[in-house]
């Protein structure tokens, strides 16, 4: 009896996020921005802190403050680092952490991107366009459409 309730709670809970899922779809409240509309704020954001930035080819802004000499992190890998974000568009922080550990794939494409563009040892500033963060839906702090900026140095990689 406890099992069948169980089972009934999980799949009420399901349905419920599939609902939301399909609402958000259907009255098309979650519009991505084109790294082009996005592009100006993440130049002018650069440009007034300082940055002198290179753009890959996915739009992610980018200065590599130190190459670092260790391992270069590969997309299975497991990262140790010291990391600030800010919204681009107050300079508010939004976030900051020391020495914590993650799984490179699990984080946001623009990490997966920007970090492994440095090897161990290695620090970089990332200005990236919302797409590549928390997208039309943002998180917490971080408004949807939202392009942000990281200061990120990686400590350790690990493979799996």
Same mark, same amino acid.
């Given at each position: 009896?406890? *099992? #069948?309730?169980? &089972? ?7 349905? #419920? ?5 399909? *609402? ?31 753009? @890959?080819? /996915? ?17 299975? @890998? ?28 699990? #984080? ?10 440095? *090897? ?5 500033? &990332?200005?990236?366009?919302?797409? #590549?963060?928390?997208?039309? /839906? ?9 392009? &942000?900026?990281?200061?990120?140095? &990686?400590?350790?990689?690990?493979? *799996?």
């Amino acid at each position: 009896m406890r *099992k #069948l309730f169980g &089972l009934a709670i999980v799949a009420a809970v399901a349905a #419920l996020i599939v609902a939301s899922c399909m *609402k958000n779809n259907a009255t098309g409240s979650c519009t991505p921005q084109p790294v082009a509309a996005e592009m100006p704020t993440m130049q002018k954001y650069a440009a007034d802190s300082s940055i002198t930035a290179t753009q @890959d080819a /996915t739009g992610i802004l980018y200065q590599i403050i130190d190459p670092g000499t260790g391992a270069q992190p590969a997309a299975t @890998d497991s990262i140790t680092i010291n990391y600030v974000g800010r919204l681009v568009s107050t300079g508010q922080l939004f976030d900051a952490n020391n020495n914590v550990t993650f799984k490179l794939s699990e #984080l946001i494409e623009g990490w997966q991107i920007g970090i492994p563009k440095i *090897k161990v040892g290695g620090k970089i500033k &990332l200005i990236m366009q919302s797409s #590549l963060a928390y997208g039309c /839906t943002g998180a917490g702090p971080i408004a949807p459409n939202q392009p &942000l900026y990281f200061y990120i140095e &990686l400590l350790g990689t690990k493979s *799996k």
